[in-house]
């Protein structure tokens, strides 16, 4: 099992930042993979990020890109994302979450609200 704890949302105005931070306990040694994703009332949750322990490869969903950075403490156990010229687009709850094997992300966090006002 794996545990995450999120922290690090708010309401911030449109061009301000916010550094979301997920740490995870338990399981960790085997992980494949850690990212975030986000859903937004009345959307679908989407992914945002994700960061690929073996060779530490970053991806980001098109709408992030060139705003929001993925990264991790020396340990892999703590991931961040620095969220950058926030939009009101990027107003949801944001879910850490890690994939143990390709394919399948297995534990979810329990999300920390990110506001962001016009």
């Known amino acids: 099992q794996v545990q995450l704890v999120e922290s690090g949302g708010g309401s911030v105005q449109a061009g301000g930042s916010l550094r979301l931070s997920c740490t995870a306990s338990?399981?960790?040694?085997?992980?494949?993979?850690m990212g975030w994703f986000r859903q937004a009332p009345g959307k679908e949750r989407e992914f945002v990020s994700s960061i690929r322990w073996r060779d530490d490869r970053l991806i980001y969903a098109e709408s992030v890109k060139g705003r929001f950075t993925i990264s991790t403490d020396n340990a892999k156990k703590t991931v961040f994302l620095q969220m950058n010229s926030l939009k009101p687009e990027d107003t949801a709850v944001y879910y850490c979450?890690?994939?143990?094997?390709?394919?399948?992300?297995?534990?979810w966090g329990q999300g920390t609200q990110v506001t962001v006002s016009s």
């Open positions: 979450a890690v994939a143990v094997s390709f394919g399948t992300w297995n534990y």
């Open positions: 338990g399981r960790t040694f085997s992980n494949y993979a």
